[in-house]
């Protein structure tokens, strides 16, 4: 069978978001609202003072994968760590998390924030976290192609996160003249965003692709092969996902199934109540830094 093929392109453009904060969204934006599962892509970049002080989730999971600098995360729950260049947070957000994202040093912080949805039935879980250090990350290299695993398996080698929403989750660096051929289970959803040099996916007779533009794949085809045909390395995420098929409810940092669920849980951050209790008093190191 062929490789799937590139069925849609996206150049993600520099927006605003957060404090002050700079992110490129492929995902989440007017063009492209959703791609089941998954909600939003943001490529990331930020200096102090700017970032992402104190906000809400539910009803999600959001994937942090740090490309340069270092975050400094906080929650209501006294979770409190920082990533650093090749880290990863997978934090399952559930019924209800508030939390601030701050740089941790000095000069631009960039990375990658995925949101993936959950379905109904683990919407209101409690929240947690799966956090692996740089190190621990599952790696793998073979004919010029080395990649990391963050989540799924590439290469022999396989991730230890627990995908409560199915996802496989792959940063590949192809050397010049390399050539990927790598698997995607059929009933996934799969997108490649490019984040150095420039790649052919799909067909062999593709156009090449560059730096910051995400590519939607097709239903169907045998996973997705990918070509470095320049003379610099290609660097690309390939990320797919079993689609819930469920409707999709969202006001801002809330993803629910409807919008009767959207306003109870408006109601829930309000009157702090429903998984929200701890909001009511609490407020994170970078928000009282802010404050003063």
């Excluded at 740089?103 to 949101?115: D, F, M, N, R, V």
């Excluded at 496989?168 to 050539?179: A, I, N």
């Excluded at 997108?191 to 730096?211: K, M, N, Q, R, T």
Aim: with cysteine; net charge negative; charged share 20%.
């Amino acid at each position: 069978m062929p490789p799937r093929c590139v069925v849609k392109k996206f150049l993600a453009r520099p927006q605003h978001e957060g404090l002050g904060a700079v992110v490129r969204r492929s995902i989440g934006r007017f063009e492209l609202r959703y791609f089941d599962p998954f909600l939003v892509l943001d490529e990331f970049s930020v200096s102090a003072p700017a970032g992402f002080p104190d906000h809400p989730h539910r009803g999600f999971e959001t994937v942090t994968y740090m490309l340069q600098g270092a975050m400094t995360h906080e929650d209501f729950e006294g979770h409190k760590g920082t990533i650093e260049a090749g880290d990863l947070q997978w934090m399952t957000a559930g019924r209800g998390i508030v939390h601030s994202e701050m740089p941790a040093a000095e000069g631009t912080q960039k990375g990658l924030q995925l949101w993936i949805n959950l379905s109904s039935k683990h919407k209101m879980i409690k929240p947690r976290y799966q956090e692996i250090p740089s190190e621990d990350i599952a790696e793998a290299a073979k004919d010029g192609i080395k990649v990391r695993i963050i989540a799924g398996e590439s290469l022999g080698a396989k991730s230890p996160i627990y995908t409560r929403t199915p996802t496989m989750y792959l940063d590949f660096t192809l050397k010049p003249g390399s050539h990927l051929q790598q698997p995607i289970p059929k009933s996934y959803n799969a997108f490649v965003y490019v984040l150095e040099g420039e790649g052919i996916f799909g067909p062999h007779e593709s156009a090449s692709v560059s730096a910051h533009n995400l590519l939607l794949l097709s239903g169907s085809g045998d996973g997705l092969e990918a070509w470095n045909k320049s003379t610099k390395p290609l660097r690309f995420i390939l990320v797919g996902g079993e689609p819930l098929g469920e409707p999709v409810a969202q006001l801002g940092p809330f993803v629910m199934n409807t919008q009767q669920e959207i306003d109870q849980t408006v109601e829930d951050f309000d009157n702090y109540t429903n998984g929200f209790e701890k909001a009511k008093h609490w407020r994170s190191q970078a928000r009282i830094g802010l404050d003063y």
